[in-house]
C-alpha cells in the first residue's frame, strides 16, 4: 500500500514539476505577433502585443498629465515595435515588454532633408543612432492616419536619457525629441474615454 501511495505522489509531483517549468517559459515568451492582415490596431491590442499603455489611458508624466488620444502602431513584419501616443502637444513613444519607461517627447523639424544620417545635432544636444528598422505604420482604433503606411524607423540616443525617433517615409519624415523617462517616474490614472 505505501509503495502505491509513494507511486501516485511522486507521480503527483513531477506533474507539477512540469506544469510549473511550462508556466515559467510561458511567461519568459515574446508578446504575440500583430496579424499580417490588419490595417487598424483596435485600442485594446497594446497590452495584448507586450505594450504597457493603451490609446485614452491617462497618465502623469514630471508633473504633466497625459490623456493619450490618438496614436500609431509601428511594426517591423509581424512584431509590433514601437507605439506613438499623441497628447495635446506631447509624444509618448513605447516599446512592448518596457511597462510604464517610455521617451515624452515633442515633434521637431530635422536639420537634414533626405537620408537619415549616423549622428545629428539638434537644438545643441548630439545624437548617435542606435537602431534603423523597416516598418509599417497602422493608426490606432479611429486615430488619424499617418501620413505614410511604410517608413525608416530610426532611434538615435544622446547624453542624460536624451532620445530622437525619426519616422522617415516616402514622403517625408516626423521627428520626435525629448528624453527617457524610467516606469517609476509614471503615474497611471487609467482609462480615459477616446470617443
Not at 508556466?23 to 505577433?33: F, M, Q, S, Y
Not at 500583430?34 to 490596431?41: K, M, R, S
Not at 495584448?48 to 502623469?60: H, K, N, Q, S, T
Not at 513584419?77 to 512592448?96: I, N, R, S, W
Amino acid at each position: 500500500m505505501s509503495l502505491l501511495l509513494g507511486l501516485v505522489v511522486g507521480g503527483a509531483l513531477v506533474a507539477m514539476g512540469v506544469g510549473t517549468g511550462v508556466a515559467l517559459r510561458a511567461r519568459g515568451k515574446r508578446p504575440a505577433a500583430l496579424p499580417a492582415v490588419a490595417e487598424t490596431a483596435r485600442p485594446t491590442e497594446l497590452r495584448a502585443l507586450g505594450f504597457g499603455l493603451e490609446r485614452g489611458d491617462v497618465i502623469d508624466v514630471e508633473g504633466k498629465s497625459l490623456w493619450l488620444r490618438d496614436g500609431w502602431l509601428a511594426c517591423e513584419g509581424d512584431e509590433a515595435v514601437v507605439v506613438v501616443l499623441f497628447a495635446d502637444g506631447e509624444v509618448v513613444v513605447l516599446a512592448p515588454d518596457g511597462g510604464l519607461s517610455l521617451s515624452l517627447t515633442r515633434e521637431v523639424r530635422l536639420p537634414v532633408k533626405g537620408e537619415i544620417p549616423s549622428a545629428l545635432e539638434i537644438d545643441d544636444a548630439r545624437f548617435e543612432h542606435v537602431r534603423r528598422l523597416p516598418v509599417r505604420l497602422r493608426p490606432l482604433g479611429d486615430s488619424p492616419a499617418p501620413p505614410f503606411d511604410e517608413a525608416l524607423l530610426h532611434e538615435l540616443r544622446g547624453l542624460s536619457g536624451d532620445v530622437l525617433w525619426v519616422l522617415a517615409g516616402h514622403s517625408g519624415s516626423r521627428a520626435f525629441c525629448g528624453r527617457r523617462v524610467h516606469a517609476n517616474t509614471v503615474e497611471y490614472w487609467g482609462a480615459g474615454d477616446v470617443n
